[in-house]
């Protein structure tokens, strides 16, 4: 099957610019992830979709990040505007409702904020 | 708030000597651990994975871990490690109930052939 897919690979940005990344799950997998990959870090929870309904987003900065699942299918998160702390990797996860509890995870979005 | 605790942070073996690291979690119920490894270059994989029944669980390329519930642990352990084993890995952790995983911050493994 095909994996979680993540695009773009890599961004540079400067302070205070947006940036977007964009995810397309594994067909069929109800439940989505986004994490933040701090280097030296483990990966955060920002936010989960079940479907297209948010189940968690305690932990995301939402004065400057948002994301959205509109059709339950693929996702976009968003910086606005962007600080120097986000520099991070982007990880997207997808699950499967029946899920057996494993996470498949894509390939990342490097995103570097000068 | 559960979390993960892995206290090794950078580890350098020589071809063939035996591996361990060490992961702790903190959180009183009932749980499912992980293990996940990122190889240079690529994405997060599972190595392995406990939800329930035998404390010592295998995984890929020859590693396992074992459960200590009294311990709060959830070691990782391979005998014999090889070059191609360097990578970062990732202990995890969810609460039952609940999906999302929490990590741990890593162990940077080093394997010199």
């Known amino acids: 099957e095909a994996g979680v897919a993540q695009s773009p690979r890599y961004k540079i940005i400067e302070k205070r610019q947006s940036v977007a990344f964009w995810c397309n799950p594994i067909?069929?997998?109800?439940?989505l992830y986004w994490y933040q990959q701090i280097l030296g870090q483990g990966p955060k929870l920002l936010i989960q979709f079940q479907n297209n309904g948010v189940v968690d987003d305690s932990q995301l900065p939402k004065d400057r990040f948002s994301a959205e699942r509109l059709k339950g299918v693929d996702s976009t998160l968003k910086i606005q505007p962007a600080k120097l702390e986000d520099s991070a990797v982007y990880l997207c996860?997808?699950?499967?409702?029946?899920?057996?509890?494993?996470?498949?995870f894509g390939a990342g979005s490097r995103l570097t904020v000068l | 708030a559960q979390s993960v605790s892995q206290h090794n942070h950078h580890v350098i073996l020589s071809e063939a000597a035996s591996l361990e690291l060490g992961c702790n979690y903190s959180y009183g119920g009932t749980v499912n651990l992980f293990w996940y490894v990122q190889y240079p270059g690529q994405h997060l994989q599972l190595l392995l994975k406990?939800?329930?029944?035998?404390?010592l669980v295998k995984g890929i390329k020859g590693f396992e871990a074992e459960f200590i519930k009294s311990k709060f642990s959830f070691n990782l352990r391979k005998p014999s490690v090889q070059w191609s084993d360097t990578a970062e890995y990732f202990c995890?952790?969810?609460?039952?109930?609940?999906?999302?995983?929490?990590f741990g911050s890593g162990t940077r493994l080093q394997v010199q052939p």
């Open positions: 996860a997808s699950q499967d409702i029946s899920g057996a509890n494993v996470l498949t």
């Open positions: 406990y939800f329930s029944g035998d404390p």
């Open positions: 067909s069929g997998h109800a439940t």
């Open positions: 995890a952790v969810n609460a039952a109930g609940r999906r999302a995983l929490t």
